[in-house]
Nanobody, 114 residues
Framework: QVQLVESGGGLVQAGGSLSLSCVAS?????MAWYRQAPGKQRELVAS???????NYAGSVKGRFTIARDNAKNTVYLQMNSLKPEDTGVYYC???????????WGQGTQVTVSS
């Protein structure tokens, strides 16, 4: 069983920046960040596999950057030019090759004020 521990998040004004990090307790093939706004479904924000290949939601492309330190089993999400619509609970997700196992963090709140 892999545990995911998230940190970062908080309250920021529109146009500001925040960074999130998530540490996995074991080796993982891929990691991602999802977010869930009140009354909305959870959505993928960005993902990165162990080769470094990344994928971003269109709404965050050019503003958010996902990065990974494989040696530390850690994924980072740098969020710039934040908008009120970025507000939500951000969840770290990690999975093993072939999605045999899938893990979730507890979530961290990001609030962007206008």
């Amino acid at each position: 069983q892999v545990q995911l521990v998230e940190s970062g998040g908080g309250l920021v004004q529109a146009g500001g920046s925040l960074s999130l990090s998530c540490v996995a307790s074991g080796s993982i093939f891929a990691m991602a960040w999802y977010r869930q706004a009140p009354g909305k479904q959870r959505e993928l924000v960005a993902s990165i596999i162990n080769s470094g290949a990344t994928n971003y939601a269109g709404s965050v492309k050019g503003r958010f950057t996902i990065a990974r330190d494989n040696a530390k089993n850690t994924v980072y999400l740098q969020m710039n030019s934040l908008k009120p619509e970025d507000t939500g609970v951000y969840y770290c997700n990690a999975w093993t090759f072939g999605h045999k196992y899938d893990y979730w963090g507890q979530g961290t709140q990001v609030t962007v004020s206008s």
